[in-house]
């Protein structure tokens, strides 16, 4: 069965998350796995492995289990978290994060965007310069100059089921970003596909990398 897509439209941070441990908590071997889409409000979110970023102002900060840095959430960005047993794919969290990934990819591919990988640091990057730039699919830290970073992964595991999940950058404030390290990297760059001069609106965007992760993250047949 396909994941069922619920559309929450704008929702708190805070609120959503809790949602999501409440479902994992109480789901069993036959509930069915779930995309939850939706926007926030200003957030700045830690993952497991991150400290409060030192910035000023009314946005909170939200501490949560996710694995991960410090990322930031907005209005004009596509949230999809993907609620998913991954006994019943037969995969692992490596494996998931791949192809979650590899969602997003496709989904900037059908936008006329290249995107890519860099190995040790989830999430997708582009060519900071333009979109339509051709890069190679998969890099290394050595050669992260030059990249900017328009989606961000982070996922949590309990009792073999995912949650938390992908974020796409469409039409955002982006100066957020730049009072943090964007997943614990010192000078990198977020983007978003406004500034890569993609005339697409948000539910567009949401649509294409919802099919995407449908597709990678039903069970075969």
């Known amino acids: 069965m396909d994941p069922v897509v619920r559309h929450l439209g704008r929702a708190e941070y805070a609120a959503t998350w809790g949602a999501m441990r409440e479902f994992t908590a109480r789901r069993d071997a036959s509930t069915p796995?779930?995309?939850?889409?939706?926007?926030?409000?200003p957030v700045f979110t830690l993952g497991v492995a991150a400290r409060a970023p030192d910035v000023c102002g009314p946005i909170p900060v939200v501490a949560t289990d996710r694995g991960g840095q410090v990322t930031y959430h907005g209005p004009g960005q596509v949230v999809v978290y993907t609620l998913i047993d991954l006994r019943r794919l037969g995969i692992f969290v490596k494996e998931l994060v791949y192809?979650?990934?590899?969602?997003?990819?496709?989904?900037?591919d059908a936008l006329g965007v290249a995107g890519c990988r860099v190995r040790g640091a989830p999430g997708v990057y582009v060519a900071a310069g333009h979109g339509g730039e051709r890069i190679a699919r998969e890099t290394d830290l050595a050669q992260f100059s030059g990249l900017a970073k328009i989606a961000a992964l982070g996922i949590k595991v309990t009792r073999g089921c995912s949650y938390h999940g992908v974020a796409l950058n469409v039409a955002m404030d982006l100066t957020p970003f730049g009072w943090i390290d964007p997943c614990g990297y010192r000078g990198l760059r977020a983007i978003?596909?406004?500034?890569?001069?993609?005339?697409?609106?948000?539910?567009?965007?949401?649509?294409?990398?919802?099919?995407?992760?449908?597709?990678?993250?039903?069970p075969g047949p």
């Not at 796995?33 to 409000?41: G, K, N, S, T, Y």
């Not at 539910?203 to 990678?216: G, K």
């Open 33 to 41: 796995d779930e995309l939850w889409v939706v926007e926030h409000p």
């Open 99 to 108: 192809r979650i990934e590899q969602s997003a990819i496709q989904a900037l």
């Open 192 to 218: 978003d596909l406004a500034t890569l001069g993609v005339p697409t609106t948000w539910d567009a965007a949401a649509a294409l990398l919802v099919e995407r992760l449908r597709v990678h993250l039903s």
